[in-house]
């Protein structure tokens, strides 16, 4: 009796296994490389929550060429080195598309190690999608054929932001303050030299970098900046590097006007609103919930309605997935190899407007609509608040995409 | 300049009056049991948790002392049903323990809550600027978990000075040997200093939760300088454990106020010449720019210097 339970116990978890490997190979696998613990993970979570609802909205459709998408989640603890670890490990897994964006320190790493990868292993294809590390060597002198990036580089939108900023007539002292990476430096660097360039009356009173995801406490950075009379800051943080940075300077009373890149989640809108920053905190990105555009509007709703917590935070990440998956089908193969000649010089009416923009093939930069926009109490006609605070993000400004074009100085190898 | 130092030092003494909360209990149940409690820092999350939780359903006062009474509880219940039973196994397995444990937490954590921040807020009553200075606000809740934490100080100072309880643990700091062959329940007296130990730290995470961020990583990014405090402070030290807690808020706090870096100390003169060549990696690096490492420089000091801490009374 004995031996039969176990023998059809044994066959069973059999024909479960051989069942599970032959759904496994129908599935289309994408693997997404970015923190899901640690310092990075509120950002994190938010991007994979994104992922699976695009890729649930496509396998509602009938999948990739008749594959369903699945999405992996793999921690790499916004760390470099845990970060190829976890990418070889997807790749001895089968897959082929990397995701990745947070940290542009991971993804110089990530685009490294599947370029070389590819070199070494011809016909491996493993194609690395940034939709978030935007430090411009990724385009420049870093770029790689196996490489997109969907966000604009960080001199785009500093470049976009400064043509903002010139405008303000009573801005009179700036503090940088950025976190202390490539990224970071990249973003105060270009501040300095465009703010010299645009506005040479205005005084830089503060540069300060401090340590990526690891501060508490921000207060003694605020204590720092009030001191220094700055009336502007401008900042590349993300995560709860701004949050918490924001939150400190609420409690302080610190009466300054923000340029930031990412103000738009993890926190960052709740602390805004609870620092009472209405209309003071400006974020550049390509797109926000308030546009008014009916498709746009209803993805974002269906996403709010099942992460109710977590608003979109990754517009671009909607443009890129639309994107990859329209080049798989074109092509007609889901093998990077097949469809990444089909990426390139892709047009696309972008998620947040409807807007055009396009990769540019040079150096698989997608150039798309900026939008700067600030937070405030909702108004007539506004749908979305962000986080529960009962404030939505508003338009400023808009940049159409052939203000954002930048020359290049990528050298792309082509296999 | 004279602002900067003023508020400077107003939130150095926070930050390490929180740290003091935290570490008084770490210093208390590592010097009594030889258990260096690694899942501490867990305990001051789960406070922080509890508080946004109770307060957003019974309001912040309540929370307020609710919570660390529930995380005490659960504290006691840990040692009783398991650091007790791992007790056996020595120091080793009782390490795993905790160290397991803050695992456990933090899934539990992320389970319930998610991994993103929740809106944990100042409540309403403490919600104004309690005093304007030059041009900055000092917020009212800060002063308020300033106040807080000398109370608890000077309390806890006076159970273990003036009570019974208090004198065994005392004795059990220096002697914790030799109070169990008097015939003390060292057992219970373990649960409860445990359980009062968590306790602190969660009354901490309460206070902290709405002036920092209440996510599922707040303890990591606590925890390992609680165990420079309990190092630099001295073992079965609550003086040392408050002089290192003010000690590292102080340093964390004024050395990012400073920008001076060696070119700026040495710049200019014959010696900086060369020292500039020897030493252009760190050269033109700032205080500021150091500042969240200093506390770990610190640890590695007092341990060459002097290995049993400020105020350390044995050196195991």
Same mark, same amino acid.
């Given at each position: 009796m004995r031996t039969l339970i176990g023998s059809s116990a044994l066959t069973l978890a059999l024909l479960g296994a051989t069942a599970l490997s032959a759904l496994a190979q129908d599935t289309l696998k994408i693997g997404y490389v970015d923190p899901l613990s640690g310092g990075g993970a509120s950002i994190g979570q938010i991007g994979m929550n994104q992922l699976n609802f695009i890729a649930d909205e496509i396998n509602a459709k009938g999948g990739v060429n008749g594959r369903k998408v699945e999405i992996v989640g793999y921690d790499n603890q916004t760390n470099p080195q845990i970060s190829l670890v976890q990418v070889q490990k997807a790749i001895d897994e089968g897959i082929q598309v990397i995701v990745q964006g947070n940290g542009s320190s991971v993804a110089v790493a990530v685009s490294d190690f599947v370029t070389k990868y590819n070199d070494r292993n011809p016909g491996a294809n493993v194609v690395h999608l940034n939709y978030a590390a935007i430090d411009p060597v990724l385009t420049n002198?870093?770029?790689? !054929?196996w490489h997109f990036t969907w966000d604009a580089s960080a001199d785009i939108k500093m470049e976009a932001l400064t043509n903002f900023i010139k /405008? +303000?007539?009573?801005?009179k002292k700036v503090y940088l303050i950025a976190q202390d990476y490539s990224f970071g430096h990249a973003v105060a660097g270009a501040a300095k030299r465009m703010l010299t360039e +645009?506005?040479?009356?205005? /005084?830089?009173?503060g540069e300060e970098y401090h340590p990526l995801v690891k501060i508490t406490d921000f207060s003694p950075y605020v204590a720092k900046i009030q001191a220094s009379g700055a009336d502007t800051i401008i900042t590349g943080n993300w995560g709860q590097d701004l949050a918490l940075l924001i939150k400190a300077a609420g409690q302080a009373g610190l009466d300054v006007d923000w340029y930031t890149? !990412?103000? @738009?989640g993890a926190g960052a809108p709740t602390a805004i609103k609870q620092a009472g920053l209405e209309n003071r905190v400006y974020q550049i990105n390509e797109?926000? #919930? #308030?546009? @008014?555009y009916g498709p746009a509007e209803e993805r974002a709703g269906a996403l709010m309605q099942r992460f109710s917590d977590a608003p979109i935070y990754y517009p671009r990440m909607f443009n890129m997935m639309d994107m990859v998956f329209k080049a798989m089908v074109e092509a007609g193969s889901e093998d990077p190899g097949d469809f990444v000649p089909k990426l390139e010089g892709m047009k696309l009416d972008s998620f947040a407007a409807g807007d055009e923009g396009f990769m540019r093939a040079d150096d698989h930069q997608f150039f798309q609509p900026l939008y700067i926009s600030t937070l405030g109490a909702l108004e007539e006609g506004q749908k979305f608040d962000e986080e529960h605070t009962g404030w939505g993000w508003k338009m400023a400004a808009s940049v159409p995409t052939e203000s954002t074009l930048l020359p290049t100085k990528c050298d792309m190898k082509r296999p | 300049m004279l602002e900067i130092i003023f508020v400077s030092t107003l939130n150095g003494v926070l930050y390490g009056m929180l740290l003091f909360l935290m570490a008084s209990g770490l210093t208390v149940i590592f010097s009594m049991m030889g258990v260096l409690n690694l899942a501490h820092a867990s305990f001051y999350m789960l406070g922080a948790f509890f508080g946004f939780e109770i307060s957003r359903r019974l309001g912040f006062w309540p929370a307020l002392v609710l919570a660390p009474v529930v995380v005490g509880l659960i504290g006691m219940a840990v040692e009783r049903y398991g650091l007790r039973r791992v007790h056996r196994h020595g120091h080793v397995a009782e390490l795993l323990f905790t160290f397991g444990l803050t695992f456990v937490i933090k899934e539990v954590v992320e389970m319930i809550w998610g991994k993103l921040p929740v809106d944990?807020?100042?409540?309403s009553g403490l919600d104004f600027a309690a005093f304007t200075l030059f041009s900055g606000n000092y917020p009212a809740f800060k002063l308020f978990g300033l106040l807080i934490s000398v109370g608890i100080f000077i309390g806890l100072l006076m159970a273990v000075r003036h009570t019974r309880v208090g004198l065994i643990v005392q004795a059990a700091l220096s002697h914790p040997g030799m109070v169990g062959m008097l015939g003390h329940n060292v057992d219970r007296i373990f649960m409860l200093v445990f359980g009062v130990g968590v306790g602190l730290a969660a009354v901490a995470g309460v206070i902290a939760g709405p002036i920092l961020v209440t996510q599922s990583n707040m303890a990591g990014l606590l925890g390992p300088i609680l165990f420079v405090v309990v190092v630099v402070g001295g073992l079965g030290s609550l003086g040392g454990a408050l002089a290192a807690s003010l000690l590292i808020g102080l340093v964390q706090t004024f050395a990012v106020a400073f920008n001076v870096s060696l070119a700026d100390l040495f710049g200019g003169t014959a010696a900086g010449a060369i020292l500039s060549v020897w030493l252009a990696d760190i050269w033109r690096v700032t205080v500021a720019q150091i500042a969240p490492i200093l506390p770990y420089l610190l640890l590695v000091m007092i341990l060459i210097f002097r290995p049993r801490g400020l105020m350390g009374t044995r050196d195991t």
């Open positions: 002198e870093k770029c790689s !054929y /405008e +303000k007539e009573d801005l +645009k506005r040479p009356d205005v /005084e830089i009173v890149f !990412y103000a @738009g797109g926000i #919930n #308030n546009q @008014g | 944990y807020r100042v409540p």
